[in-house]
């Protein structure tokens, strides 16, 4: 019974991943950091236009970083939901999710969920 939890936990959280704009996000943080990056190491740029635009610069990235964080609980709490059908409940449910073998399958399944479904739809 474990085990069709898990099988579905990992394809539910896949697709949430999947339909998440989470890439975007990623991409935002990371270029902004990088653009930050390249301000501060710059012996051209006057030290009072650094404090102007790395305020702005540290906001994108805060930002970012809360929506990334929102989309992985976003992600994440199918998996937790399914607690409340499991027998035993959520407890039951948290204490099956810690054992190491079902960490793996978890990972296996997300992990082909995704491979496949990317395959059929890329075709």
Known sequence: MIWLFVLLAGVLASEAFLRLP???????????????????????????????????YSWVIGKGSIQFFVMLMLALAPVALLGLVFPGGMAAWGDALLRPVVIIVLCVVSIAYIWVRLKVIRG
């Open 22 to 56: 989470l890439l975007p996000v990623i991409r935002k943080v990371t270029a902004t950091a990088q653009k930050s990056g390249r301000v501060l190491k710059s012996k051209r740029i006057s030290d009072h236009w650094k404090e102007k635009i790395l305020p702005s």
